[in-house]
Nanobody, 123 residues
Framework: QVQLIESGGGLLQAGGSLRLSCAASGRTFSRYAMAWFRQAPGKEREFAAGIGLIDGNTYYADSVKGRFTISRDNAKNRVYLQMNSLKPEDTAVYYC????????????????WGQGTQVTVSS
């Protein structure tokens, strides 16, 4: 079992930056691929960024590529999402997710989820 707790969300203006953090419980954190998904009101949950196991291969949705950076610290059981040049369309609840094996791009592929943290970007 893995428990995930996100933090770092907030309200900010377009063009600003924010760093989300996800703290994971358990001693096998390094065995899980981690990802950030987001869900805007009235829309489906979508993949934003993912990072592989120990090798740290990263994957990004086209909409965030070049602006967001995902990273992980296996010693601290944490995964981060650095978000720069934020846009109003980035407004969503951001969720941390974990799964065994490689990074998946679809929400149903993930077993463990955090409760989400709200990010609101004003124009």
């Amino acid at each position: 079992q893995v428990q995930l707790i996100e933090s770092g969300g907030g309200l900010l203006q377009a063009g600003g930056s924010l760093r989300l953090s996800c703290a994971a419980s358990g001693r096998t954190f390094s065995r899980y691929a981690m990802a950030w998904f987001r869900q805007a009101p009235g829309k489906e949950r979508e993949f934003a960024a993912g990072i592989g196991l120990i090798d740290g291969n990263t994957y990004y949705a086209d909409s965030v590529k070049g602006r967001f950076t995902i990273s992980r610290d296996n010693a601290k059981n944490r995964v981060y999402l650095q978000m720069n040049s934020l846009k109003p369309e980035d407004t969503a609840v951001y969720y941390c997710a974990a799964r065994s094996g490689g990074v998946g791009l679809r929400a149903p592929e993930y077993v463990f989820w955090g409760q989400g943290t709200q990010v609101t970007v004003s124009s």
